[in-house]
Nanobody, 124 residues
């Protein structure tokens, strides 16, 4: 059974930092087809940081230059380092994993493995 467990959320003041962790059991996390998402109350879920099928990293425009996604294979963990936090970063943060497959090139299937989320609250 695949389980993803996030941790590291909390309450910080504007300008502060947090590091979120996503640990997997029953699944090998990699720097491929992994992502962090967030959802604020009343808003749609948005992708924050992504490893694509070739390991390239992309960030939402709103977090570019402030957030960093990384992977530690020895710990089977993916991280999201969040610096210079703003009140608008307040949300539930989720990690997600997709199966990587080959079809004329490496692809990511839909994100089918999700953690339960960790709350990040940034006060002004």
């Amino acid at each position: 059974q695949v389980q993803l467990v996030e941790s590291g959320g909390g309450s910080v003041q504007s300008g502060g930092s947090l590091r979120l962790s996503c640990v997997a059991s029953g699944y090998t996390l990699s720097s491929r087809c992994m992502a962090w998402f967030r959802q604020a109350p009343g808003k749609e879920r948005e992708g924050v940081a992504t490893f694509d099928s070739d390991g390239r990293i992309s960030y939402a425009h709103s977090v570019q230059g402030r957030f960093t996604i990384s992977h530690d294979s020895a710990k089977n963990t993916v991280y999201l380092q969040m610096n210079s936090l703003k009140p608008e970063d307040t949300a539930m943060y989720y990690c997600a994993a997709a199966v990587r497959f080959y079809a004329g090139g490496w692809r990511c299937d839909r994100y089918s493995y999700w953690g339960q989320g960790t709350q990040v609250t940034v006060s002004s």
